[in-house]
Each structure stands twice: as C-alpha cells, then as structure tokens.
C-alpha cells in the first residue's frame, strides 16, 4: 500500500486482525519516549479533534458506555479489573468511570504530544501509561492465572489495541446509528486522533489498531465483532455479570430513575450490528426507546447535541481533576502513587468524589430540560409531517 495521508507505508501497520493478534507475545508498550515525535505526526491534523469533540462530547460517551457494557466479556481485560479489585462496587466503579470520563475530556481537549508546558492531557496519558506498565509488571509477578487465549504477555501490544477498539470503533463503523453524520473527512481524522493517542500509550505503529487509515480500521473493528465480542457475548464469563453489575449500578448512582441497564445496552450494541438479540422486558425496552429517540434527535437537531455535549464536558471540568499522585488507570483503575510513576505533584488536593456541587446540578437540571425540549420538538416535527404528506403509518 502506498503512504498516503495517515503517512501509512507498505509492511507498516495492521490491515487485519491477524496482523493484531501477532502482538499477543510482544509487550504493551514500545518503550519509545513519548517526547520523540513520530515522523507521520501532524499536529494541525491532531487537532482537529478538539472543535469536533466539544460538539460531540455527548454521543461519543454513549458509545464508550456501550463499548464498555459488552467490552467486559473481553477475557483480558476483564482479568486485569478482577485483578485489581478496584471495580468491584458500585462506590468504586463510579468514581472509576467518572475519572475514565476526565481523562478521556483532557486528551480530546489538550495536546497529549506537549511535555515542555506541560500540558495536563499529557501528564494525563503518561500517568496512564506509566500505570498500565506498573499493573503489566505487577500481574506478571503475581499471576491471577492463565494468560488468556495462550499468550505469553499480560496486557500485551495485541490486548492494547483491542482495548483502543472500544474507544473509535463504535463511533468510527456505527456513528450513522448513535446520529453521527460523519464525514470521510471527519472520520478519517477522528482514527488519526487515536492513531495519535495509541501511539502516546505506547502502541507500536506495527500494532496500532488506527496505524493503516480508516479502511482498514474499519476491517479490524468488524473482525473483533465477529470473533472476540459477539462470541463473548452469547457465552458470558463468569466474572462478566459482577463487573458489568457494578459498573451499570455506579452509572445509576444519583439518578432518580436508573437508565441504564446491562440488557438494554447490549440490545443497543446487537441493533447497530443488525443482530436479533434477547426479548426484552418492560423497563429494558423504555430504556432501549429512550436511547433509540437520543439518537434520532442528535441526527435530526445537531445544536440540541452540541449543547449536550458543551453541559457534560462543563459539568466535568466543573469537578477537581485527579490528582497525579493518586491517578487511576482507566484500563485496570489501581491507584498509583507518584513515586511509583516518576510524576511530581502539579498541585491541589485529591479531587472529591460523587455528583455535588453547585455548577454540578445546575448542568444535570439543564440537561433534563434540553432533554425534554427536543422530544417535544421531535413529536412536533413527526406530527406535521404526518399532517402535511399523510401515509397510511407515521413517518418514523
């Protein structure tokens, strides 16, 4: 293939799943320094993504709570959160999740390349980075058991970009279903962004799921559906049901009605696969219906989407960031201190926990009123179509 505009050349990055799974053997990380720039690296490019992700801040975190619900039956990356104990609850997997949100915020808003300020989105994914090698090292001295699928490597270079799938690959192959309309443009940069971010964790480009351009991203994605998530789905882990309940349980923490649930997300997922899933219960299918009509508005009113997404990322900067010295690894969520890391303290205190404050409530209120609004407009739009062109069934 020659180079072309994600700097791609011949014999470089993945173009399938088996040229991932050739990294089940080869440690996570490169051990390349994060302040050596790769030579494909346009920084203009790169950031693109901050415009562009504070319009769609809101859709992007309905498809990582998706990836997420059906990413626990992944084998390794379910080990490694049993593992550290630390998602076992509802309390612990709130928080958890909460600051997975921050972090992600930080490195869609920043520039995870800049060391010299520094900027905070990369002290954020070197904090990161410098967790995942401390929990690689730490299940490597003390195994909870087998390694999955017979490698040789705990969180190895194959499990890194399986892991990234969960982040792009909803958005990237299934966005016209969550009301993205993505352009070739757009989504042919939003996989450089996380050729970007893949890179800074230190991913390989020869492993880096996003390295070969969105074509073959695309190939990869739909391959990880077809043989790891959708087998894993119809015969769930054992340990699935308790992380997976923890983690739904922490989402619905503070709500007044819960929302999420375990069945009405994957029934989501296997609807944007074109999958007949599992009958569904009374309250699964409100909550299936109500996601189902989120989608239709961010598709038909792209401000009702943007003001969303402007309230969600306003309400997280509006909580204290975590702080260096206790950060948490978004893929394991063990606390690492700042000795262990080789990160001094930027400043404040250990940032408080739960949905509070002020700014915090304000931004939920608006969100239930923006919320509310756009189903009324949305029911408004439906009734004079149905007025002007009437059909023997409603337009929608």
Known sequence: MDEGCNGVKEGGPPQTLADLKKGKDVPGDSGMSPTTMPEWLDLERYNKVHDWFKHHALTLSI????????????????????FTNESNTPEKAHVRYQDTFIHLMDWHLGNIFDGKTPDKAYTSIQAVRSLHAAIR?????????????GATQWMSSYNMATVQSGFMGMITTQGAFLGLTLTAEEKSDYVYYWRCVGYQLGIADEYNLCGGGPT???????????????PGLQHLPAEYTPIADAYIAGMNMGLSIPIFSIKSTVALVYWMQGVQGPPLEL??????????????????????????????ILHF????????????????????SKSKMGLEQTGGSHRGRGWC???TILSVLAVYVITVSGLVVALIYFAAAWAVAPTDSPPW
């Open 283 to 312: 309250g699964d299918k409100l909550r299936y219906l109500c996601f189902r009509i989120l989608f239709l508005l961010v598709q038909l009113f792209p401000l009702f989407e943007t003001l969303g997404s402007v309230l969600l």
């Open 63 to 82: 498809a990582w709570h998706c990836s997420l619900t059906v990413g626990f039956t992944l084998l390794p990356l379910l080990d490694a959160l049993v």
């Open 317 to 336: 900067q509006s909580l204290p960031p975590p702080a260096v010295a206790a950060m948490q690894c978004p893929w394991s969520s063990r606390e690492q």
């Open 357 to 359: 404050g002020l700014g």
């Open 216 to 230: 073959a991203t695309d190939v990869i994605v739909k391959q990880m559906w077809d043989e790891l998530v959708y």
């Open 137 to 149: 090292k730490e299940m490597t001295d003390n195994p909870p058991g087998p390694i999955p699928d």
